[in-house]
């Protein structure tokens, strides 16, 4: 291999510096309405907004149905706090989930006037939809691009501010942790290769989930937990990880995403007898088709329709398709106008990846990894136990979603703790002592020296690519739907065996310029740093609550396990697991009850 | 289960890195992919099996994105949406046209970038209200007014297809400006004076000739062409009202406010 | 840096053969000259008409030639052509919307065709063709 581009074998510090006041990393949802709460709060911060992809790539774009507020008569805060509590099996934080729904009509009446094109009703008042787990009408909608349409209305907005400077696709890399403190971010220019360090007064992470680490996932290939990873390394603990949701409407072959509208809107769920299945499993009794009615039947929450699918499957009763075995989303009798209005992509999805009408046909599906409840351990206020860090968005756990996320929260966590993150952000940096520039350096010069190791490597033996496929098959095969101590077990050492065996990965491409070889073994480590964390998690946690449904322990234990997991970094050794109280304000554990005759 | 059918998929894709090219070249690489894939499928595959030095944009693989686009025998295209069975024979894949090539079929969207944030692609309310008094009224028809002109993904094919942006680099071209189009034709927005310093220009509107390739190749179904179309009768409108007409004040003189009020 | 992006040029003469739709584009645009020159031609012959009645004769004669005859061919072939690339472009230049919905684009390039077989047959009247 020539050595023109083996800059990081040379001797010598080579990391620019960039002075700021605010790091983000991550420019997707919430870090973009972090970085635009930042600039209209405070004119004069200087503001880095660093993204290893450019903002309007960011997963955000792929959200489909909703946004939740409460903004009709007809519905209150109570019900959406009841709501998103008994949706999240009892572990959400109490106090945050408060605060989430009094901010989140806010946020979105501010989307709706920075111009998102939210679908209206006749009046010209913005229009709301049914969703999965809640008990009212309160899904804001733009057709079935939500997120998409929330993406492009922040990235848009945020071109107004000068004092954003964006830093597009420069690869984050580590925390610089200085005097107890985080103080800002190694990163690398992706289209030159160069490093540079950001130093700032405060850094929030936006930098999404890690849904790759399946091989079967909606998520997109972004999606390999950096800022988890990096937060979890610098001595942030990770909070829940064991908590996946699985989405019960995946395309079979492509994993991609059938938004839960499509039964909001009356698509109905059968399996190879016709049966709406869902009747079987606490959800019925069976409503008309067409008449959806809220928190009953399709419109249960994700992680129980989810489960359905698993029995569903060992019952024998799912359509066996050249995709595998799926069951059946029938939405013909939603006529082709209404889906043209309403679920355009969903059509457009199922025709194109599978040759499939939805106006004619029903469309085989099943369940795919979609979002990780768990994250970055933070508060209400979107601060993490590390100071100066904080985190908003999927890749922290605030503890609003609790065991399993209702379908049309999280897009309004980004906007509602995107910006808590600034308001925090701000008020932290107030009155700091001034930062060490030598420790800092220092810090940075760890970075340099683990990526030059990577670079000049030669006792390589593991390939990228073979280390990614048995981490994604140890997860799906041990910490899929159901769970079990002997799978989790084997999933623990499996993982374990993986991080000591990277460290062993061999890097291919070892020039400058735009190398994905290189950011592929990067996100890699970020994967497996996050598949310990959950592995760990779960088999930890010996009952089955929302998405983690254990197969040896089926029942709810709130005696023991009515706590949030936290998972310590350890370096390369197993990672030391603590437990937090959850924060219960009014809200005493009760039983999650979907079926029809609730109240 | 029965097997999705592999099939052997040949690509001749354009291979360039600074730090050991001085040209682009072509490179041949031969794959088994399944037959329903996509040609970001067969290149992940070549990756993944074959050559992992190549390198190229992705992340979504359902076309809302917008990273993955690059020609695909001279077509641009999201490669993530252009269905292996639609092809025969070698299929030639090179990065999007018009665009430095960073490297492989990676390209430099800064001009594109640049160009979008000069065409203000944001709410600039008509009447300024605080958030306590709620949304903008706006109706359904309002909404499909512009709705479709919202849909754009950035994804940069139109200006790979538009002929007058590879002549004429100064031209703001279609993406950009379809979306001051889609903000001059909200309801809710008053900004379109501002805007028509930028897009009614000779680097603006004026530079397209309707070649209407942009439209053609758009994955979203924006029609960028269309939205240019219009925009060109309006500025026309503007002219004679305010050129012919004395006395005249055309549309473009609505005022905009500030938006105080906003929350943080 | 390492960085060198590399531009491409576009070849500022020979682009349009590089796709069928700039070829198409580019006979569009070129069926314009023919257009252009039928008005040139039809000023000449009102030049000549006010010139005198000899002057509109030989103007006559001259129309008769089979050169003159092959242009005026190819002029009415070349102003068909972008009469019709004319109407389906004005779906896109004028959208009309009625409530929701939009007028579907045939329907308002349909009615361009439309209005110009009544405004041809109208005229085709009033040359005394029938």
Not at chain 1, 74 to 87: A, E, K, M, P, R
Not at chain 1, 122 to 139: E, I, L, N, Y
Not at chain 2, 134 to 148: D, I, N
Request: with cysteine.
């Amino acid at each position: 291999m020539p050595a023109r581009g083996q800059r990081y074998l040379t001797d010598g510090f080579n990391v620019d510096t960039i002075s700021t006041d605010v790091a983000i990393i991550g420019a997707g949802g919430a870090g973009l309405r972090a970085a635009i709460a930042l600039a209209k709060t405070d004119p004069a911060l200087r503001i880095a907004l660093i993204s290893k992809v450019y903002p309007m790539r960011s997963h955000t774009c792929a959200a489909e149905g909703g946004a939740a507020g409460v903004i009709k008569p007809d519905d209150s805060f109570d019900l959406h706090f009841d709501d998103t509590v008994g949706g999240g099996d009892w572990l959400s934080d109490q106090d945050c989930v408060e605060y989430f729904i009094h901010e989140a009509p806010k946020e979105l009446q501010q989307l709706e006037h920075w111009g998102c094109p939210w679908n209206r009703e006749a009046d010209g008042s913005v229009a709301v939809r049914p969703f999965g787990g809640m008990k009212k009408k309160r899904t804001w909608f733009a057709a079935d691009k939500s997120g998409f349409h929330i993406l492009h209305t922040l990235f848009q907005t945020s071109l107004r501010f000068p004092s954003i400077t964006r830093y597009d696709e420069y690869y984050a890399l580590d925390l610089l942790v200085d005097d107890g403190r985080c103080q800002g971010v190694t990163a690398m220019e992706m289209r030159s290769g160069q490093l540079r360090q950001f130093h700032a007064k405060a850094v929030i992470i936006a930098g999404g989930g890690a849904g790759r680490m399946f091989p079967f996932s909606t998520n997109g290939a972004i999606k390999t937990g950096d800022g988890m990873a990096m937060a979890y390394r610098a001595g942030a603990p990770l909070k829940d990880m064991e908590f996946i949701q699985y989405h019960p409407t995946g395309l079979p072959n492509t994993g991609s995403l059938l938004t839960e509208a499509c039964r909001g809107e009356g698509g109905i769920m059968v399996n190879k007898h016709g049966r709406r299945y869902l009747q079987d499993y606490g959800m019925g009794p069976e409503t008309p088709v067409g008449q959806p009615q809220l928190k009953t039947m399709e419109l249960g929450p994700r992680d129980r329709v989810s489960q359905a699918y698993w029995h569903e499957l060992q019952k024998g009763n799912t359509v066996t398709t050249k995709w595998g075995e799926c069951v059946l989303l029938d939405m013909r009798h939603l006529g082709e106008k209404k889906i043209n209005e309403r679920l355009p992509l969903v059509r457009e999805l199922a025709s194109s990846f599978l040759g499939i009408d939805i106006v004619k046909d029903p469309v085989p599906i099943r369940p795919v990894v979609h979002y990780m409840m768990g994250g970055i351990s933070t508060n209400t206020t979107a601060a993490t136990p590390l100071p100066g860090l904080f985190a908003a968005g999927e890749c922290a756990c605030v503890s609003l979603n609790g065991a399993n996320r209702l379908g049309s929260n999280s897009l309004v966590e980004l906007l509602v703790f995107g910006r808590r993150a600034a308001l925090s952000a701000i008020e932290h940096i107030q009155g700091l002592p001034a930062a060490n520039a030598a420790a800092l350096n220092a810090r940075a010069e760890e970075t340099q020296l683990r990526i030059r190791e990577l670079f000049s490597r030669t006792d390589g033996t593991e390939s990228l690519y073979g280390l990614r496929k048995e981490m994604m098959d140890t997860m799906e095969k041990n910490v899929g739907i159901y769970r079990t101590e002997e799978g989790l077990q084997e999933g623990v050492s499996k993982i374990h065996e993986l991080r000591q065996r990277y460290r062993r990965v061999i890097l291919t491409d070892r020039t400058n310029v735009f190398n994905t070889d290189l950011f592929q073994v990067l996100e890699l480590g970020s994967m497996l740093d996050c598949a310990e964390a959950v592995t760990v998690g779960a088999l930890a946690r010996k009952e089955s609550r929302g998405s983690h449904q254990r197969l040896d322990y089926t029942e709810r234990d709130d005696r023991n396990f009515l706590r949030h997991t936290m998972v310590h970094h350890q370096g390369l050794d197993v990672p030391r697991v603590d437990y937090l109280d959850v924060v219960i304000t009014k809200s005493p554990p009760g039983v999650r009850d979907y079926s029809g005759d609730h109240k | 289960m029965t097997q999705m059918k592999q099939r052997q998929v040949q690509l001749e894709v354009l291979r360039y890195n600074p730090d050991t090219d001085t040209e682009a070249h072509f490179q041949r690489y031969e794959v088994s992919c399944n037959e329903e894939g996509v040609v970001l499928d067969a290149l992940n595959k070549v990756k993944e099996t074959v050559d992992p030095t190549l390198n190229y944009r992705w992340s979504c693989h359902m076309a809302v994105c917008g990273s993955c686009g690059m020609m695909i025998n001279g077509e641009p295209k999201l490669s993530c949406h252009t269905f292996l069975r639609d092809y025969e024979g070698v299929i030639r894949v090179e990065p999007l046209a018009h665009f430095p090539i960073e490297r492989d079929l990676v390209t430099a969207p800064d001009d594109f970038m640049e160009k979008l944030k000069r065409v203000k692609p944001y709410l600039i309310p008509k009447k300024k209200k605080p958030i306590s008094e709620g949304e903008y009224k706006q109706t359904p028809a309002q909404l499909m007014k512009f709705r479709q002109y919202s849909m754009c993904i950035n994804c940069m094919l139109c200006y790979a297809a538009c002929p007058e942006y590879g002549l004429t680099p100064k031209f703001i071209g279609p993406a950009a400006l379809t979306l001051a189009h889609r903000y001059n034709i909200d309801s809710r927005d008053g900004g379109r004076k501002e805007r028509q310093e930028v897009v009614a220009t000779a680097e603006g509107v004026w530079d397209c000739t309707f070649v209407g390739a942009c439209s053609e190749v758009c994955p979203a179904h924006v029609d960028p062409a269309s939205a240019l179309q219009q925009m060109k009768i309006t500025s026309s409108i503007d002219w004679i009202v305010e050129h012919l007409i004395p006395g005249g004040k055309s549309a473009r003189d609505t005022v905009s406010r500030e938006d105080a009020g906003d929350i943080s | 840096m390492s960085r060198r992006p590399l531009v491409r040029e576009v070849p500022p003469t020979t682009w349009y053969f590089r796709q069928p739709r700039y070829m198409r584009y580019m006979s569009r645009e070129i069926t314009s000259i023919f257009v252009g020159a039928y008005c040139m031609f039809l000023v000449v012959g009102l030049q000549r008409l006010a010139a005198g009645p000899s002057a509109w004769e030989g103007f006559l004669q001259a129309l008769t030639s089979p050169a003159s005859i092959v242009f005026q061919f190819l002029a009415l072939v070349a102003a068909v052509y972008h009469a019709a690339t004319w109407f389906n472009a004005t779906q896109k230049a004028m959208p009309v919307q009625i409530g929701e919905d939009f007028v579907p684009g045939n329907v308002i390039s349909g009615a361009h065709y439309v209005a110009w077989a009544v405004l041809s047959v109208v005229i085709l009247h009033l040359a005394g063709v029938f």
